[in-house]
């Protein structure tokens, strides 16, 4: 996404946001402050209401099913084995 009246641009990472300037130079902005899980797909966007701006992103989980974790469904063939 193009940040309005800058030549930066910005997106989401599985290491946060980054960000990139005329030239080449990647920044990442906050590796350090989030913990991303990962995820099937996301959105971003931007909005600047009364001087305060901000970028927003939501992520969707991946599309595999819990259950088809080959974790969960051991768990659950275990569970099952147990009660009957």
Not at 10 to 37: C, D, H
Not at 65 to 80: F, H, K, M, T
Request: hydrophobic share 40%; net charge negative.
């Amino acid at each position: 996404m193009l940040l309005p009246n800058n030549e930066a641009v910005v997106w989401f990472s599985e290491r946060g946001y980054m960000k990139g300037v005329p030239g080449g130079q990647i920044e990442n902005l906050t590796e350090a402050q989030v913990s991303v899980p990962k995820y099937a797909r996301g959105a971003t966007g931007y909005q600047a209401t009364n001087g305060h701006q901000a970028i927003v992103t939501i992520l969707q989980t991946p599309l595999v099913p819990s259950y088809a974790s080959p974790d969960v469904a051991a768990e659950q063939a275990a569970y099952a084995a147990d009660i009957a």
